[in-house]
């Protein structure tokens, strides 16, 4: 019971801890994509607003231009000793303009000139005052809640134009249209910004929780790595300590007659050395530090050396041991790698096969791909072990595991062999009874067909 409640604890504390960091993660992705979309807004709002003002200042720099460039213009013959006012002393209008552009001639002094020909324009501009330290200055200005772009420039006394011909000239655009379309485009940025936000927090839920479950499933495979190691580690260590505490109990008796209690902590000893050093191979293979020496080579040079010893083993149980190899496709390996895979297997195949059963090992050749195939006769695995028997300190049958020495690694070293090979392992029935472990590595192309 204790030991459930402090499972339950344990469970309790690491969902807590997953909910912390998936929250955590969230926050970082849903921040990322408002920075995204933001300064993509910005960006792109910006860029909108500087082509409507450059298009706006090309426009009003092609009236400075028309200004300053005028025509040679013909005084009207007039009846009149002298002109009714400025405005009518030429027969040339002034520059062509757009229709939302107005044009205000002062002299030095600040009068305006061209009052007559604004029209109704002049009860909008009337106010307007000559502030020459605004020369060559664009700006943008609010008259009567109406917004013009404007430069004031002043014009050489030998323009062509008498109008224009030593005065200062105002050129006014208005630009209520660009604005307000700068404002509707801002309203559609900020309303797409806020349903993609909306959008973005349900990505971000999603991939929170996406990105948390390899996160999770490794802590628990971690957690529960540990929790087996402990354990498997601690069996030996108690047997060798109950031993050395019995032989201190008869501090007189000889070697000879503690030989059991010193051969059963040796054998302890082997099996915690066993057990560490495959707990040392998983761990390099996780940091991916474990060096493979890939070489060219044949089935017959590193499956030979490991076969010739499991006979004679197979053969003092009572055990029949098949051989039947026939390929010789060129692989690129580590042949000390593949030894240590075929060991586990035969090792594996030989532990659960009975008295007067059958172990056999044969290769097959299918498409790009070279499969040796170890079979035995046991009592076989169930389909739904069949995938975790690759797992660490996964066993089929713990009493039976216990019994013949194994501690659930081997199998899992053999999965990381054969991936470090970009190849395939996977287990199938032996029928009528037994399993069948199939290895499968990609065979090198040469010039030459095996």
Do not use: C
Request: charged fraction near 20%; avoid cysteine.
């Amino acid at each position: 019971m204790l030991g459930t409640s402090s499972k339950m604890k344990l469970n309790s504390k690491q969902n807590r801890i997953t909910r912390r960091q998936q929250f955590k993660l969230f926050l970082s992705i849903m921040a990322a994509f408002a920075i995204l979309f933001l300064t993509l807004g910005l960006i792109i709002f910006n860029l909108f607003q500087s082509s409507t003002y450059r298009s706006i200042d090309k426009d009003i720099k092609s009236q400075v231009t028309a200004i300053k460039k005028q025509p040679n213009m013909q005084r009207k013959v007039n009846s009149s000793p002298t002109p009714q006012g400025p405005d009518d002393q030429f027969h040339r209008p002034e520059p062509k303009a757009p229709f939302q552009t107005s044009i205000l001639i002062f002299n030095s002094k600040g009068k305006l000139l061209n009052r007559s020909s604004l029209g109704n324009r002049y009860s909008v501009v009337k106010n307007i005052k000559l502030r020459k330290k605004n020369l060559n200055l664009k700006q943008t200005i609010t008259i009567n809640n109406m917004n013009f772009r404007s430069i004031l420039i002043k014009v050489s006394k030998n323009n062509n134009n008498p109008m224009y011909a030593g005065h200062y000239v105002l050129i006014m655009q208005n630009i209520d249209t660009q604005i307000q379309s700068m404002e509707n485009f801002e309203k559609i940025l900020i309303i797409t910004f806020f349903l993609f936000w909306i959008a973005a927090l349900i990505t971000s839920y999603f991939l929170a929780r996406i990105n948390m479950l390899p996160i999770v499933k490794s802590w628990k495979q971690q957690t529960e790595f540990v929790n087996d190691a402990a354990h498997e580690l601690r069996t030996p260590l108690t047997i060798i300590q109950g031993k050395l505490e019995y032989m201190l109990t008869k501090p007189k008796q000889k070697i000879i007659d503690e030989a059991e209690a010193i051969s059963v902590s040796l054998d302890e000893v082997s099996r915690l050395n066993s057990l560490t050093n495959n707990l040392l191979d998983l761990a390099r293979f996780d940091q991916a530090t474990t060096k493979l020496y890939f070489e060219l080579t044949k089935p017959q040079f590193f499956l030979k050396d490991p076969i010739i010893p499991f006979k004679d083993i197979i053969n003092s149980q009572e055990k029949v041991f098949q051989i039947n190899l026939r390929h010789k496709p060129t692989l690129n390996l580590d042949r000390n790698k593949i030894k240590q895979l075929l060991i586990i297997l035969l090792d594996n195949a030989t532990k659960y096969t009975p008295k007067n059963g059958t172990i056999k090992i044969y290769d097959h050749v299918e498409n790009s791909k070279y499969q040796f195939i170890i079979s035995d006769t046991g009592v076989g695995i169930s389909d739904s072990d069949k995938q975790k028997v690759f797992g660490r300190f996964y066993r089929v049958d713990k009493s039976r595991n216990q019994s013949s020495g194994g501690h659930g690694l081997g199998l899992a070293i053999a999965k990381q062999i054969v991936t470090n090979h970009k190849g395939n392992i996977f287990v199938r029935d032996n029928l009528p009874h037994g399993s069948e472990f199939v290895v499968e590595l990609p065979i090198k192309k040469t010039h030459k067909n095996d």
